[in-house]
């Protein structure tokens, strides 16, 4: 899926919860992983489903049939502790289920604590390394508030820290120096 599709895709399930769920609330959707850089328009890969970090529990049953899921869910300990502050609303819905993607640092976050080589591909990309705020990424990675607070222990913290400083090194900015 493309990020036409994906939005087309949310927007039928918005429609769908509108039509079956009998209740004046709404509800929310906060998608992650690949398709939530798609949707950041920070890369242009196509994918597979939808990953969700969060989905109202009133909205779950239509998860699978729009080709969204939680299974990244189990993964949250993955994402700064205050991911919800820096939430992007999507273009989308609203008729009864709000959208919203993870910022692409908190996602470049997550990312860094994952081993897949899709996931690494990601975040080297020139599209998300281009819209990278470092500053940002800093603030996240090294406040005790933020990833160490949702780190499951000291040497999970540890060990991204390594792989953050080396993806820093690598393909953070670099001053250039002055000939």
């Known amino acids: ?9 949310l927007d039928k399930m918005d429609m769908e919860a509108f ?8 509800y929310r959707m906060i998608i992650v992983g690949g398709s939530g850089l798609v949707l950041l328009e920070t890369i242009t890969r196509a994918t597979q489903d939808i990953d969700a970090i969060d989905a109202s529990v009133e909205i779950r049953g239509l998860l699978e049939k729009y080709g969204a899921n939680l299974h990244v869910s189990a993964y ?28 692409l640092e908190d996602i ?8 897949r080589p ?23 990675a090294t406040d005790e508030n933020e990833v160490k607070a949702s780190a499951l222990n000291e040497r999970a913290y540890q060990d991204f820290l390594h792989d953050y400083y080396e993806y820093v090194g690598r393909y953070g900015p670099h001053e250039s120096a002055d000939i």
């Open 108 to 115: 470049v976050v997550a990312k860094l604590f994952s081993i």
């Open 1 to 9: 899926m493309d990020r036409k599709d994906i939005l087309e895709r």
């Open 118 to 140: 899709k996931d690494r591909q990601d975040l080297v990309s020139d599209e998300v390394l281009s819209h990278i705020n470092w500053d940002v990424l800093q603030y996240l």
């Open 76 to 103: 949250m300990n993955h994402f700064p502790y205050n991911f919800e502050d820096r939430l992007h609303k999507l273009p989308v819905g609203g008729r009864k289920i709000l959208f919203y993607s993870a910022s």
């Open 19 to 26: 039509v079956t769920i009998d209740t004046p609330h709404m």
